[in-house]
């Protein structure tokens, strides 16, 4: 049966996307813990960090990376996080956000009530960032699917 994340990346849920390439994509979460918090997730069903060969860690590290810059500079913010927990959708996925110190960087501060327009507000400054440091290739459609559109 395919993941929640699987059925986001082929559109079939809807999704606020940053980035795309033939290996992975990084996406909004619905309970962002800051503004611009993005899902670096592969294209296939790895259940965990530790079961995924080392080529695709190593990819999905520098789509991290290109992300967290673009966080920081679409945000301001000191720094970039890097959070890998995976208990909530068993397919791996990397969480990436701006951060401004260590105490937020909790699940329990997740925000349930984050709107659909703020998500792809703070999604869309992740992508405009991206786009300004040269990675306009992989920086698809900001919308997975039509019914969000509206």
Do not use: Y
């Amino acid at each position: 049966m395919a993941s929640v994340f699987s059925k986001i990346i082929s559109g079939e849920f809807p999704g606020l996307f940053a980035w795309a390439d033939d290996r992975c994509v990084a996406f909004a979460t619905i309970e962002p813990i800051s503004a611009g918090h993005l899902l670096v997730v592969p294209r296939d069903e790895v259940a965990s960090f530790t079961q995924a060969d080392d080529d695709l860690l190593a990819h999905l590290m520098r789509v991290a990376k290109l992300i967290g810059r673009a966080q920081e500079q679409a945000f301001e913010a000191p720094r970039a996080a890097l959070l890998i927990a995976g208990f909530e959708v068993a397919h791996l996925h990397l969480h990436v956000l701006p951060a401004w110190g260590e105490a937020q960087l909790s699940f329990a501060n997740a925000r349930k009530d984050a709107s659909r327009e703020e998500l792809a507000a703070s999604t869309e400054r992740v992508r405009a960032a991206l786009r300004a440091q040269g990675h306009a290739a992989n920086v698809p459609p900001a919308i997975s699917s039509p019914e969000w559109a509206s």
